[in-house]
Nanobody, 120 residues
Framework: QVQLVESGGGLVRAGDPLRLSCAAS????????MGWFRQVPGKEREFVAK????????YYADYVKGRFTISRDNAKNTVYLQMNSLKPKDTAVYYC?????????????WGQGTQVTVSS
């Protein structure tokens, strides 16, 4: 079992940066590929970014590419999402997720989510 706890959400202005963190606890947390997803009310949860267990592979959704950066520190069992040049449409609840595989992603564990609100 792996527990994921997100933090770092909040209210920011358009153009501001924000960094989210996801702390993983439990057995073999660092062996999972990790990802970030987001969801707004009434819409499906959508993919944002993912990183392989050793951080060699990274992939972004087109709508965040060039603005968001995913990284991980396996010594701290923590994954980060650095979000720059935030836009109001980035407003959502952001979820951390863990998958056994990077390529064929199947979320095995979810965090509880952290709210990000971007004002115009």
């Amino acid at each position: 079992q792996v527990q994921l706890v997100e933090s770092g959400g909040g209210l920011v202005r358009a153009g501001d940066p924000l960094r989210l963190s996801c702390a993983a606890s439990g057995r073999t947390g660092s062996s999972y590929a990790m990802g970030w997803f987001r969801q707004v009310p009434g819409k499906e949860r959508e993919f944002v970014a993912k990183i392989s267990s050793g951080a060699a592979l990274i992939y972004y959704a087109d709508y965040v590419k060039g603005r968001f950066t995913i990284s991980r520190d396996n010594a701290k069992n923590t994954v980060y999402l650095q979000m720059n040049s935030l836009k109001p449409k980035d407003t959502a609840v952001y979820y951390c997720a863990a998958s056994l595989l990077f390529g064929t992603w199947t979320t095995k564990f979810w965090g509880q989510g952290t709210q990000v609100t971007v004002s115009s």
